[in-house]
């Protein structure tokens, strides 16, 4: 089972229906105590997803408010596999620039920065996505597969061995998938991308389970 956090600013039916097709349970946590307590209360709890629609800050505020910033805190040391997307991906970052300067949860250095006037903005619709990295995150991801994106930020990171994969988007070279560890974020939409994007959420159910093999427990799917 994968844990997909609320953050009460976004549908999360589409998350939910992707992994569904992917073959994996989801529940959805709202707050900070009831995410501890499913830890406790399911031993085949395996893995989180931190979604994002909106605005940085309202997303970080949100985290603080309902406590689940110290439970994303405590996914990241306790080494559960957690993959963030489109704006929960750049909540994994340092800071951002989006409506002022937002600190993030700083677990990929780097900043997230608007797309300058020279493209248009949003960055909408489908894009290559070149992978610069093995992983297995995207095990079965070739060359001239497509997924969809929709954002007007995008992160600069400070450190190159965390890209996977990136897009090309008005000669902007856009991070659309970064790696350390156990965390992972996608910039683009895989429960919206089709085959590709359920490939991709297949393999992070893959890790997920793996993970929880080396814990000594069997993921229920």
């Not at 709202?30 to 395996?46: H, I, M, P, Q």
């Not at 704006?87 to 990929?108: D, I, K, N, R």
């Amino acid at each position: 089972m994968i844990a997909v956090l609320d953050l009460g600013i976004g549908n999360l039916s589409s998350v939910r229906s992707g992994f569904a097709r992917a073959g994996e349970d989801t529940v959805v946590v709202a707050r900070g105590a009831d995410f501890e307590a499913l830890k406790a209360e399911r031993d085949d709890l395996a893995g989180v997803i931190l979604p994002g629609v909106g605005a940085f800050g309202d997303a970080m505020f949100q985290l603080r408010v309902s406590g689940l910033l110290t439970a994303v805190r405590n996914v990241v040391r306790e080494g559960r596999p957690l993959l963030g997307i489109c704006l929960g991906m750049q909540l994994l970052f340092s800071v951002s620039e989006e409506h002022g300067l937002h600190v993030g949860l700083g677990v990929f250095p780097g900043r997230v920065v608007r797309f300058d006037d020279k493209v248009k903005v949003p960055h909408m619709g489908w894009n290559e996505l070149m992978q610069v990295a093995d992983h297995p995150l995207l095990t079965g991801i070739q060359k001239g597969n497509f997924v969809y994106f929709v954002h007007s930020y995008y992160a600069v990171l400070q450190e190159s061995r965390h890209l996977l994969a990136g897009a090309d988007y008005g000669g902007t070279l856009v991070p659309a998938v970064v790696g350390k560890g156990n965390v992972y974020g996608a910039q683009f939409h895989p429960e919206k991308s089709g085959e590709v994007g359920e490939q991709i959420l297949r393999n992070f159910v893959q890790i997920c389970r793996d993970w929880q093999m080396e814990q000594g427990g069997m993921a229920h799917g």
